[in-house]
């Protein structure tokens, strides 16, 4: 584990004493400013774990200090604070997301002592692997996947899984379970993607083949990397593995990122149609975070829009994120695709996209992500009983 360091700049003494103190006490070492330069500075030597920015300081260009810590390559998670309108820091964070930062949130001023506790205690302090731990890691099948349930919303309930999404996580024999935010820029960075997507679309056919003799039926997705939709064999060599384990190809889904479509959108058409022809059902996952055209969009071969989560946390109470949800199903009912709603964690959320008629829906409030064995043991009593997975979250 690295030791925890903060970073924060702030215009106002009486937040930075604040915040100094309160992160003190959980554990950090702190790090305040008022001044743009020497917060740059302090990013880029100190490599903190956690870094705050007030995007509203009348003396330094917000802006433009973001651009900076995305020019310096830190890894480093970012929090926006302000009290400025909600459109205005939604587009902060877009701009530190293009610049290549990990935008990790927004602290809402005043400040409430519980969610900067609840901001600090989340950070994840695990050292990020070595080249040479992701390979062995692979080689040895250190790796493990998670699946999470996604129901249809038909209305009323019972609910009915659609189908289940395969998320990796690392079973590290030191360190424990790791989320794939540890290990994944790694993965980038040394180009094992494909190794990566090799063994995570193995064991998901082997889980799948399991569940079969049980009579559990459900496809299972799998994410694509961007990285292989320049591959014109990409297709032939996920179709190969499918059938060495005797499995239909209409048993997966894959998901494909909106902005990795798009990177190159003439290539990935043609790869995704190949897919599409082997009976492969395509769905474009954080649908709202790129920047893909209608007409784009209208010749890819996808069968589903994912709606980026960051729409769907605030759709039960945010207007403008219910606009955006909406016209997002509305554009997508009308290519003829269906929709699914990505991060669901409440009930509020959850009544507005039934009566908005959005297809399927996953999240926290309906079932979090659970090893093979225990989302086999929550299918079988769902068989039993499907009011189980009407009634709110299940774990």
Known sequence: MVPKRLAAIDDDPKICAFIKKVAEGLGYSVFTTSNGEEFLSEIQHAKPTLALLDYAMPTENCAEILRAIGNQGTRSPIVLMSSIDARILRVAQRLGENSGLKMAG??????????????????????????????????????????????????????????????????????????????????????????????????????????????????????????????????????????????????????????????????????????????????MDDFGTGYSSLLQLYRMPFSQLKIDRSFIQDAGSDEEARAIVRASTDLAHNLELTVCAEGVENAAALQFLTELGVDTAQGYYICRPAPADKLAEIMLKWQDDPNLLGSGPIN
């Open 106 to 283: 927004i602290l809402h001023k005043p400040i409430l002592l519980n969610d900067l506790k609840v901001l600090l205690g989340n950070v994840d302090t695990t050292e990020e692997p070595s080249g040479k731990e992701m390979r062995e890691a692979i080689d040895k099948r250190e790796l493990v996947l998670h699946f999470q349930p996604i129901v249809h919303l038909n209305g009323s309930k019972p609910w009915k899984i659609h189908y289940l999404e395969a998320l990796v996580r690392w079973q590290h024999p030191t360190l424990g379970l790791l989320q794939p935010d540890t290990f994944l820029p790694v993965v980038e960075r040394e180009g094992l993607f494909w190794k990566l997507t090799h063994i995570v679309l193995s064991m998901a056919l082997e889980h799948l083949k399991e569940w079969h003799k049980e009579n559990l039926t459900p496809p299972v997705a799998i994410n694509l990397p961007a990285q292989m939709l320049t591959d014109l064999s990409f297709p032939d060599e996920i179709a190969e593995i499918v059938n060495a384990y005797g499995i239909e190809s209409h048993h997966l889904f894959l998901e494909v990122t909106e902005t990795g479509a798009m990177e190159d959108a003439v290539r990935a058409l043609d790869v995704l149609t190949r897919f599409r022809l082997k009976g492969f059902a395509l769905s």
